[in-house]
Each structure stands twice: as structure tokens, then as C-alpha cells.
């Protein structure tokens, strides 16, 4: 990786404005959470990238997620964060809990911030205008945890053709108007897929997809479907990587052209993997 990926300021590689070209009119779903979330001064250049990505041209969906929000409100009310095979067990005190915490603190936030870079924006949870009918993902019925049933993009369909920028919470509920809390890595994957999205970014608290985890310069730039079967085999995709790849994987299969995993920590690392051939993050293609 150039030091300049770490720099104040992005620079404009030779390739930038062919890809500017090429990717003007295209669609993006963004998917946002971690600590690149939780960081004031990152979170505003974050959106200040992806604001410049839409005047640049590029139709944006950015979905997000907000665990570690959530989990502090959690505390704050003495209820125990729980969590199973790394999924949280959402009860029906947790979910009230997230869905005020997305839907009601963090979306709003994050709509606020692109406001206040000129960008019209909408926030949105998946309950909006059905955009994403959920069903659970256990048998339990008290476990409100949710999984993508399927997705309805009228609404982001007409946001986008008028040129604003959804905003979208990862809540959603089924056809009994139970409300679930989804992972945001599926539901970002999912939208991408019924849009048949140019390509899923997911920004993540890791630089991608590593060789070695303990190793940042063992990043792994291009994978395809094949080096990612050989990947599972040697044990190098493990843990918490593994559902980011699925969603990867899953949008693929249904017609998104690229998914890229990369460092949302690393300052304009979204402008340098986009807008430049050096790339900061992982590229999956089928």
C-alpha cells in the first residue's frame, strides 16, 4: 500500500478520470458500521467521500449498521448484549433497543451530514415502503434476528432516479409486521443484488481479505470464486470474515458486477479503491 492512501488528502491518480467516466451513472451499495463509524472526525470524511462519489455521478445506496451503538445503549439500560456463533440474540427488549438506536439516532445522523454537504438524502429502514420483507432466522420466536426474505426497490428506485442519496437501516419486518434487526452485510448484499448494483462495498474494521490476519501487508487485492473455494480450504477465511464473503458471494450470483472489502479506518481508503487502479481493499469478481 503508497503511503499516500494514509495521506489528508486523496490524490488523483492518471487513471482517475477514465474511471470517473466509467463509472459515472453506475450504482453503488456502500455498506457502513464499524469503528470507521464510531470515530467523529472519520466518520465526516467518510461521508464527505461518498458525497463526492455522488456528484461525481455515481447512484449511491449506502446501507448501515451501528453494533457497537447499540450495545452501549444496551448497557446504559442494564439489559446484557448476547450474541451466538457471532449473531446477536435479539429479544423483544434488544430489538426495541436497535431499532431506536438505527433507525431512530444513527440514520438520522447520518442523513444530517449529508445535508450539511449538500447532498439530498433520505433515511430509510427496511420497513419503509417494504423495502425488505424479513423473516427469523431461528426457530425460536423470541429471537427477533431476521434474514432477507426478499427485497422491493420501488422506493430506492424512485430516491435514485431523482437524484437522492437512501440512507438505510438494517430493521425490517415480515408480512405480520414483526420487526427484526438484520445483519447489515446481508441486507446491503441484498439490496445490491435486486438493484443489480455495479458493485458492493463493504467498509470494514480490516484491510480485507489477509493471507495471514496478523499480517496487513499479506492483503489479498483480487479474488474470484475459485481462489475464495481455495481460500475456505486453507482455513484462511475463518471467523468473522466469513459472512462478509458470503454477502460477497451471494450478490455476485445475482448479477452485482464487483464486491470489494475494505479498511474503513483508513482515511479515503473508498475514494483510492474506486477512483484509482493502486486500490486500498479486497475485489471479489465471479
Known amino acids: 500500500m503508497s503511503n499516500h492512501t494514509v495521506s489528508d488528502r486523496f490524490y488523483f491518480s492518471t487513471d482517475t478520470l477514465s474511471l470517473v467516466n466509467k463509472y459515472s451513472g453506475a450504482t453503488f451499495v456502500i455498506k457502513y458500521g464499524g469503528s470507521a463509524m464510531q470515530n467523529n472526525s472519520l466518520q465526516i470524511d467518510v461521508i464527505k467521500d461518498i458525497s463526492l462519489l455522488h456528484v461525481l455521478g455515481i447512484k449511491i445506496v449506502l446501507v448501515h449498521g451501528g453494533g457497537l451503538f447499540i450495545n452501549n445503549w444496551l448497557n446504559k439500560l442494564n439489559i446484557q448484549p448476547k450474541f451466538e456463533n457471532g449473531i446477536r440474540v435479539t429479544d423483544h427488549d434488544t430489538m426495541e433497543i436497535v431499532e431506536m438506536v438505527l433507525s431512530g439516532n444513527i440514520n438520522k445522523h447520518l442523513v444530517s451530514l449529508f445535508n450539511q454537504n449538500n447532498i439530498l438524502s433520505i433515511g430509510l429502514s427496511g420497513k419503509d415502503a417494504n423495502l425488505i420483507n424479513a423473516s427469523?432466522?431461528?426457530?425460536?420466536?423470541?429471537?427477533?434476528?431476521?434474514?432477507?426474505?426478499?427485497?422491493?426497490?420501488?422506493?430506492?428506485?424512485?430516491?435514485l432516479s431523482n437524484n437522492c442519496l437512501p440512507v438505510v437501516a438494517s430493521v425490517a419486518s415480515d408480512s405480520d409486521y414483526n420487526t427484526y434487526n438484520v445483519n447489515a452485510d446481508t441486507a446491503a448484499s441484498s439490496i445490491a443484488s435486486a438493484l443489480k448494483a455495479d458493485k458492493l462495498i463493504l467498509l470494514t474494521d480490516t484491510p480485507g481479505v489477509l493471507r495471514n490476519v496478523d499480517d496487513s501487508s499479506s492483503l489479498i487485492s483480487n479474488l474470484n470464486l475459485q481462489s475464495i473455494k481455495e481460500l475456505y480450504s486453507e482455513q484462511i477465511i475463518s471467523d468473522g470474515m466469513i459472512p462478509k464473503i458470503e454477502s460477497c458471494v451471494n450478490a455476485l450470483n445475482s448479477n452485482v458486477k464487483a464486491a470489494h472489502i475494505i479498511d474503513g479506518r483508513l482515511k479515503h481508503s473508498l475514494l483510492y479503491e474506486v477512483l484509482t487502479s493502486e486500490r486500498v481493499g479486497s475485489m471479489i469478481v465471479l
Do not use: C, Q, R
Not at 434476528?145 to 420501488?154: C, I, M, R
Open 136 to 159: 427469523p432466522m431461528f426457530d425460536n420466536s423470541k429471537n427477533l434476528t431476521g434474514k432477507v426474505e426478499s427485497v422491493n426497490t420501488l422506493i430506492l428506485d424512485i430516491l
